[in-house]
């Protein structure tokens, strides 16, 4: 089991930066595989970016490319989304989510198997 523990969230203005923060405990958090969705109201859960073992490679959304970047510190069983350029559409509840394997592409919420309870990410003036 794996215990995923999401802060940071909150309000900001257009073009402000958050950074989110997930906490991990259990197994060995360096053998999970971490990545941050979103899901907005009346939305689907939809893929943020992801990450791999080791930190060395990453993987984005088209929407969040160039302005969120994903990372992780295995020392503190950590990893963090750093958000800039928020705009409205980025409003949504931010979940962090963690598996063992499988490939980065057409990433979905089932190919996770740990999740956080979530934090809110509210963009308005």
């Known amino acids: 089991q794996v215990q995923l523990v999401e802060s940071g969230g909150g309000l900001v203005q257009p073009g402000g930066s958050l950074r989110l923060s997930c906490a991990a405990s259990g197994r060995i958090f360096s053998g999970y595989r971490m990545a941050w969705f979103r899901q907005a109201p009346g939305k689907e859960r939809e893929f943020v970016g992801g990450?791999?073992?080791?930190?060395?490679?990453?993987y984005y959304a088209d929407s969040v490319k160039g302005r969120f970047t994903i990372s992780r510190d295995n020392a503190k069983n950590t990893v963090y989304l750093q958000m800039n350029s928020l705009n409205p559409e980025d409003t949504a509840v931010y979940y962090c989510?963690?598996?063992?394997?499988?490939?980065?592409?057409?990433?979905?919420?089932?190919?996770?198997?740990?999740w956080g309870q979530g934090t809110q990410v509210t963009v308005s003036s």
């Open positions: 989510a963690a598996r063992r394997y499988g490939s980065w592409t057409n990433i979905g919420p089932s190919d996770f198997d740990y």
């Open positions: 990450i791999s073992w080791s930190g060395g490679s990453t």
